[in-house]
């Protein structure tokens, strides 16, 4: 089993920039992608930005200039910067980690209970 436990989200003014961290526990010598999701009520959970174990790295394209994704592998962290922070950017986001190899009956995806990021114009 995987945790996931992020931090990092407030309130912060259009313009500004926050830093989320996720930090994962339990069996994570199996997780590959790592990623940010963001989801406001009443819409549709969407991606923000994912990364491989290698490193390699996806963002949406509301987002791509302005976010930043890194991961440590060693302490099995994610962050995301978020930088030029848009009231359009105010969500709960919520990290994601999906399994590099599945097991019969074992989960295709885990996820953090997420962290509310406000941003204010």
């Known amino acids: 089993q995987v945790q996931l436990v992020e931090s990092g989200g407030g309130l912060v003014q259009a313009g500004g920039s926050l830093r989320l961290s996720c930090a994962a526990s339990?069996?994570?010598?199996?997780?590959?992608?790592m990623g940010w999701y963001r989801q406001v009520p009443g819409k549709q959970r969407e991606l923000v930005a994912t990364i491989t174990r290698g490193g390699s790295t996806n963002y949406a394209d509301s987002v791509k200039g302005r976010f930043t994704i890194s991961r440590d592998n060693a302490r099995n962290t994610v962050y995301l910067q978020m930088n030029s922070l848009k009231p359009d950017d105010t969500a709960v986001y919520s990290c994601?980690?999906?399994?590099?190899?599945?097991?019969?009956?074992?989960?295709?995806?885990?996820w953090g209970k997420g962290t509310l990021v406000t941003v204010s114009s």
């Open positions: 339990g069996s994570t010598f199996n997780i590959n992608t």
């Open positions: 994601n980690a999906k399994p590099a190899i599945l097991c019969a009956g074992g989960p295709m995806d885990y």
